[in-house]
């Protein structure tokens, strides 16, 4: 990678989202392979929301290369209040080599980034949550064998994740249906700047209010929580207005026939998936959150690793 940071899928080429995927397919065969490739160096997380998949896979993909992390949960450096942001990105860049971010507004990502010297990686953000695409996409790779001529339906909030979903589905020519209820639906900009970076690759990408239109044909369904963290307040007003969105028997059986499941977690279970379809054989929810390590390897060689000189 050229770039210092990871701030959205937008910034990188479709090159380098190619070469993600090659470096992640060798560090999934061989979990020792670059196993000290960043001996010495420390990730800081700093997170302001709650994390399973996120916080773990970075740390132990940070351990597994040779590296280590330091964890600053949501009161220790209450970024913002006790301290600007601009004061902990000029801090940190003394002590560590690299930042994973997890936050509200995305513009703090942005201004941790341009105060940094170091690497800055958005771990999700209102706005974003590119890390996670990028192993949705490794995995549907890893599963389909191509991305081209296939279709990703997401049904739900028009939310952080759908917005990662349409950049990367763009870059890599996956069309991609994304079905929301109205005042639901991701940011206009996104979808037009999406729409603009599949005609480049050939690639169709369509906002419906009809789940089962959009999920018509679909190699994979895809859905997350209907309140992301932060909405909390909204949930039960939010039940209400998805109801109709849900992804279940009856939806999939519109799709094709081994459609593929997938859901970044946290599910609320019974809400946006049923039992028996997020436990079902088509579900690869935990594959995908399998991916998240793997992936994360591979940006962290990219970003805090002298990665030609190792390779
Ligand atoms: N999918 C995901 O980012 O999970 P966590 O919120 O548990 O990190
Ligand atoms: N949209 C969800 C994703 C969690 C990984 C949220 O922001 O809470």
Redesign the pocket.
Known sequence: MLRKDLISIKDMTSREITDMFSLADELKKDKNKFSRILFGKTLALIFQ?P?N??RVSFEVGMYQLGGNCVYLGPGEINLGVRESIKDVAKTLSRYVDGIVLRTFAHENVLEMARYASIPVING?S?FS?PC?ALADLYTIREKLKNLTDRLLAYVG?G????HSLLYASAKTGLNMNAATPKGYEPQQKVLREAKEIAKLKKANINLFYDPRKAVKDADVVYT??W?????EDEAAKRKEIFRGFQVNENLIGLAKKNVLIMH???AHRGEEITDEVIDGPNSIVFEQAENRLHIQKAILIRLLANAREHR
């Open positions: 929301k994390s998949r996120t999700l209102d949550h996670q909030d939310n952080n994740v759908c997350d929580v309140a992301s963290m932060g909405k970044c977690l946290p």
